[in-house]
């Protein structure tokens, strides 16, 4: 397969079979996003990437994460998630705190609000992800679409200029829809 890494003399139209999967892929791109946002609003009175911060967080075995490891792991500039943090505090779902020393560091913390709101929101979105597209793809069709995620992620990243960035989340991470973790009562 040949690659293109810049500005070529000649554009490489797609043929009819590249058209097809890229129509095909832009449609999940701009539709699953809109229709879990609006799903997560009407069930959970969440965005879908309010949900995505308040899951994430779940996940760290403090509920705490600086900001910029959480906007790498939400894939979200530091403005959007400054907006979309402060909005979430303000319901208290979360609490931001300054890290001490140079530099403007901040750690967002998720509460006990904040936790109960994503454990309570988390079956209804394992449920949409499910119904929109996990349960009507085969086996071999979700190999492939790991395959094909991974890939696009992969080449994303070759892109960018911070590539080898250290707020990437390592390979092991959980990912945001596994739910939120679980503590000890």
């Known amino acids: 397969m040949k ?6 003399a000649e554009t490489r139209w797609l043929n009819g079979d590249e058209l097809a ?3 095909a892929n832009s449609a999940i791109m701009i539709s699953l996003p809109a229709a879990l946002d609006a799903r997560m609003q009407r069930e959970a009175q969440l965005t879908f990437f309010e949900y995505m911060v308040l899951s994430v967080l779940s996940e760290q075995p403090d509920r705490t994460m600086q900001m910029s490891a959480l906007a790498a792991r ?13 909005r979430l505090e303000k319901r208290g779902l979360l609490a931001r705190k300054r890290i ?38 085969e086996p071999h069709e979700l ?4 395959r094909i995620g991974a890939a696009v992620d992969a080449a994303i990243k070759r892109g960018q200029p911070d590539a080898s960035s250290a707020a990437s989340p390592p390979p092991e991470a959980p990912t945001i829809h596994s739910g939120p973790r679980r503590t000890a009562d």
């Open 3 to 8: 690659k293109s890494t810049g500005p070529v």
């Open 74 to 86: 939400t894939a979200a500039s530091l403005s959007r998630l400054s907006h979309v943090v402060g």
């Open 100 to 137: 001490p020393g140079s530099g403007r560091r901040t750690t967002a913390t998720l509460t006990e609000a904040g936790y109960e709101v994503v454990v309570a929101a988390a079956p209804g979105h394992v449920a949409a992800v499910r119904e929109y597209l996990i349960d009507d793809l």
């Open 143 to 146: 190999a492939a679409l790991r």
């Open 21 to 23: 999967a890229w129509l």
